[in-house]
């Protein structure tokens, strides 16, 4: 975390945990993390800003940034400090409503507008606060499933490890969309758009190390969709689909996958999933376009809405929403599979990143 003290006293490094406010939450836990155990311990919260959702971090910088998950979408800037997190500037609107994720592209700040079903682009300040007007991109279209997928829905949106293109990934409509990026106007203009299968509702994709395998999660049908891309031409070509969880009984809760991450040594991919409360593991041993689940454990608490491995992929982190807590397991470097290690609270947790 360059630009700023990434330490604490303890000399492991800092996580930050988002939450929604609407739903009792602090807003923007600062956590110390035990480079030895993986503990979580709160230090500081930070409440300034409503729902913060979904987190990133600038590696260059350090800066932290969040969505503010509202009918007026924003985004806002922290600076690091001994004692927290510091409002690096104003909130910024999106020109959007419902933002759920966002990433960072170059001097670029995307948000993927949920409600509103679009995506925008807004430029940094030098000071790495964010700045409008926001350029948006409004997709179309609309699914199957007539209570969920009655218009777009942008779930999620971000760079290629080339950063030359852009992905959002579209819930209502069944899609990931290629996107190129104007580097002078922060316009997003669309590429490709690639179908996935019909009703399955994509909600977060994640590329496998190798830039070239991405695994697309879909809440509405439990499976995972793998795509081969090429960075040259800007293509995301479907391959194969696997399951993330197994049969359940008669009467068992509906499965809502949530979020999907791959282990830096690319040989595991796991998925948190809703409903079922469960996190999943599938090996790639067969190759990175054949992924297999081999096993299912709990995820510690109620409705994991994110899941996150810790820079050194030797841990994962749920936040786990609905129990208001965030538990992290120790994964098995033979296998993958997760062994529950310990759980913190953190009212209405709705995501994890490390600095």
């Known amino acids: 975390m360059g630009g700023?003290?990434?330490?604490?006293?303890?000399?492991?490094?800092?996580?930050?945990?988002?939450?929604?406010?609407?739903?009792?939450?602090?807003?923007?836990?600062?956590?110390?993390?035990?480079?030895?155990?993986?503990?979580?311990?709160?230090?500081?919260a930070t409440g300034v800003l409503p729902d913060p959702s979904y987190l990133a971090v600038a590696r260059d910088t350090g800066v932290l940034y969040a969505v503010s998950e509202a009918e007026q979408g924003a985004v806002a800037a922290f600076e690091p400090t001994a004692e927290g997190l510091s409002p690096l500037g104003a909130p910024a609107r999106v020109g959007g409503s419902g933002p759920t994720h966002l990433s960072l592209a170059g001097r670029r700040l995307l948000t993927a507008n949920y409600t509103s079903g679009s995506v925008s682009s807004l430029p940094l300040a030098a000071d790495g606060s964010p700045a409008g007007p926001a350029s948006v991109l409004t997709h179309q279209g609309s699914g199957t499933d007539a209570e969920r997928q009655d218009r777009s829905h942008a779930h999620q949106v971000l760079p290629d490890p080339t950063g030359r293109w852009v992905l959002s990934v579209d819930l209502g409509t069944d899609s990931v969309r290629v996107c190129a990026l104007d580097a002078a106007t922060g316009e997003l203009r669309v590429h490709a758009e690639t179908a996935l299968s019909a009703g399955t509702g994509p909600r977060h994709l994640a590329f496998h190390p190798d830039g070239t395998v991405v695994y697309v999660l879909h809440e509405l049908v439990p499976q995972l969709t793998v795509c081969r891309w090429d960075p040259t031409s800007g293509q995301l070509e479907p391959v194969g689909e696997v399951p993330v969880a197994s049969e359940g009984p008669s009467g068992a809760a509906r499965a809502y996958p949530s979020a999907v991450v791959a282990s830096p040594d690319g040989r595991f991919v796991w998925a948190a999933i809703r409903g079922a409360d469960t996190i999943a593991t599938l090996s790639l041993?067969?190759?990175?376009?054949?992924?297999?689940?081999?096993?299912?454990?709990?995820?510690?608490?109620?409705?994991?809405?994110?899941?996150?491995?810790?820079?050194?992929?030797?841990?994962?982190?749920?936040?786990?929403?609905?129990?208001?807590?965030?538990?992290w397991f120790d994964v098995d470097p033979q296998t993958g599979h997760p062994r529950k290690a310990g759980s913190v609270a953190v009212p209405a947790a709705t995501c994890v990143v490390f600095c």
């Open 285 to 327: 041993a067969g190759g990175a376009e054949k992924p297999r689940l081999t096993g299912t454990v709990a995820c510690g608490g109620s409705w994991p809405r994110d899941l996150a491995v810790d820079p050194s992929g030797r841990r994962l982190y749920a936040a786990n929403e609905h129990s208001g807590d965030v538990s």
């Open 4 to 44: 700023a003290d990434s330490t604490d006293q303890s000399g492991g490094h800092r996580a930050y945990i988002g939450s929604f406010t609407s739903g009792g939450g602090r807003g923007i836990t600062t956590a110390a993390v035990d480079p030895a155990t993986g503990e979580l311990s709160p230090l500081t």
